[in-house]
């Protein structure tokens, strides 16, 4: 297998030489421009967009700003059910109640992990249930888009394919609409891709700096030992079993590449199946031999993992949370996750089973929106002249999800890259990281629901938006290859997540009270768990 990668590939001067056209005077501007400005440019422009796609933020599953709160109060437990007050909770959907005494308060327990409730705790302490969680997510989905542009820009020098790719990522794919959204299950994506991003690009870093290393002929990833040791640490170690093992080990530990596993396993604080892209970190990144990368991330992630596994210990009494198979119980074929009753399987196939894989495929790659709807709010849609004349949509979104390739067509990138540039340590890395997330998340019993798109997809995004960078930075080498695939590509992609993001902005709405209070739209998704609206999970 080859040992380069794909940072700073390809040269700025396999490009296409100028013209008088916008592309080229697009990429003139580019290449003179601070890529730090280039970043902020990129998080003002997506915070403007994302705050105000949905400025009115109606959705009202906030679990983690009640999990903040009984942080703050020395509790694990949320108080459940709240029926009372400005701030109630009694429509949660996710929530294992705990017994409790009658006249005495009453918790429940959430299956989610716990950081983003962390990031919240501050927020909470300063305003407390008032706290705004969906405009939250939609500030750090802004701050996702210049990392992905942070990101692009290390996997290729041209910065026109590095400007394209991040534009693909903050409104060509569905974390648009996860932002915006950015009720509890979305919120959580965004937070977990923010440290997967982080994590990626700080392997890519320790790469670049291990080449670097090597084209200086400046030694291994850890260090040599150019200076005069001393003689009494020598004789110690000599003497002690354990010095002589530690001073190996970390020998073996490249620093940054420790950080990048640190920080991705951090990620899985937030999305526990995000865990399964280590294989990147196999390949990618500082260290110099598999063995060091692996090592070195492992213990990193290692870390991390290992928090979680303590926090559901002490909430639960297990290593694993149980509140996943009650919940499991208790909604399977209860809420309307699937289509028909043939995608959700057997109960006893429990929650996680590749049995659901091929059922679940049908929705992460083949399933289309619903075409000329005539269920609720869309009842009059039913006479068909209606459609005709423009009075009802020709389609709108399935609530179950939509083909990946369907709501973000630049993925089609992917293949042409895996079957041109497998050999590649990055593009190995990626592809093993996006398989193996993506069928964990194909055994779930339910892939997401009410969403739009495949929301799963972005538990490996960071993943694929390495994969599209790469193959867009190769059309960058011909600049009709640029113009006339990737451009319309990432176009199209766009377009698409607008029509998603608008529709699911409109059906939220329509199926909420127009009362601003909280208790108030509580009460119809109380009596209709399973409405249309978009905005609910």
Same mark, same amino acid.
């Given at each position: ?453 495949? @929301?799963?997809?972005?538990? +490996? $995004?960071?993943? &694929?938006?390495? %994969? =599209?960078?790469?193959? /867009?930075?190769?059309? *960058? @080498?011909?600049?009709?290859? +640029? $113009?006339?695939? &990737?451009?319309? %590509? =990432?176009?199209?992609? /766009?377009?698409?997540? *607008? ?20 208790? *108030? ?17």
């Amino acid at each position: 297998m080859q040992r380069s990668i794909a940072t700073g590939y390809p040269v700025a001067g396999h490009e296409s030489a100028g013209g008088n056209d916008v592309m080229s005077r697009l990429r003139t501007t580019l290449e003179r421009a601070d890529p730090a400005y280039i970043g902020l440019f990129f998080v003002i422009v997506a915070l403007g967009i994302y705050v105000f796609s949905d400025p009115a933020r109606t959705g009202w599953y906030n679990h983690f700003v009640w999990q903040a709160d009984a942080f703050i109060h020395g509790r694990i437990g949320i108080a459940y059910p709240v029926s009372t007050g400005p701030y109630v909770n009694n429509y949660f959907q996710d929530i294992m109640p705990l017994p409790s005494a009658p006249g005495e308060p009453s918790y429940g327990l959430l299956p989610f992990p716990p950081l983003p409730a962390v990031l919240l705790m501050p927020f909470v302490a300063v305003f407390g249930m008032a706290t705004d969680a969906q405009l939250f997510g939609a500030v750090l989905g802004a701050i996702n888009v210049g990392l992905a542009w942070r990101l692009t820009t290390r996997l290729t020098e041209s910065r026109a394919a590095a400007f394209l790719a991040t534009l693909f990522f903050a409104f060509g794919t569905v974390h648009w609409y996860a932002a915006i959204i950015s009720t509890t299950w979305f919120l959580a994506h965004v937070v977990a891709v923010t440290f997967l991003m982080l994590g990626v690009t700080l392997a890519l870093d320790a790469e670049r700096r291990e080449q670097l290393r090597r084209v200086m002929r400046l030694g291994p990833a850890g260090g040599s030992d150019h200076g005069l040791r001393n003689p009494l640490a020598e004789t110690f170690e000599e003497k002690s079993l354990f010095v002589s093992w530690g001073r190996r080990l970390f020998g073996q530990i490249d620093l940054m590449q420790f950080m990048a596993g640190f920080v991705f396993g951090l990620a899985a604080l937030s999305r526990l199946t995000i865990i399964f892209g280590a294989p990147f970190f196999l390949f990618v990144g500082g260290g110099g031999s598999y063995f060091k990368r692996a090592l070195s991330a492992g213990i990193g992630a290692a870390i991390p993992v290992a928090m979680i596994g303590l926090y559901n210990y002490l909430s639960t009494g297990h290593l694993f949370n149980p509140v996943y198979e009650f919940l499991f119980q208790q909604q399977f074929h209860g809420l309307g996750y699937a289509p028909s009753e043939e995608f959700y399987g057997q109960r006893e196939w429990g929650p996680e089973n590749p049995l659901y894989i091929p059922l679940n495929a049908v929705i992460m790659f083949l399933w289309p929106p619903d075409i000329a709807p005539t269920y609720p709010p869309f009842d009059q849609c039913a006479n068909v002249a209606r459609t005709v004349l423009g009075a009802c949509p020709l389609a709108v979104p399935s609530k179950f999800g939509m083909s990946i390739f369907l709501t973000s067509p630049a993925f089609l990138l992917i293949p042409f890259v895996a079957a041109l540039a497998w050999r590649q340590r990055v593009v190995m890395g990626a592809l093993l990281a996006i398989v193996a997330i993506g069928l964990v998340n194909l055994g779930h019993f339910s892939q997401g629901w009410v969403q739009f798109g495949y @929301r799963f997809s972005l538990d +490996f $995004a960071p993943f &694929a938006l390495v %994969l =599209v960078t790469i193959g /867009i930075a190769w059309l *960058a @080498r011909s600049r009709r290859g +640029f $113009a006339w695939v &990737a451009v319309p %590509l =990432v176009v199209l992609s /766009i377009l698409v997540n *607008a029509w998603g993001v608008y529709w699911g902005v409109k059906l939220g709405s329509n199926v909420t009270n127009t009362s601003t209070s909280l208790s *108030a739209r509580a009460v119809p998704l109380a009596r209709e768990p399973n409405n249309s609206s978009l905005a609910t999970r």
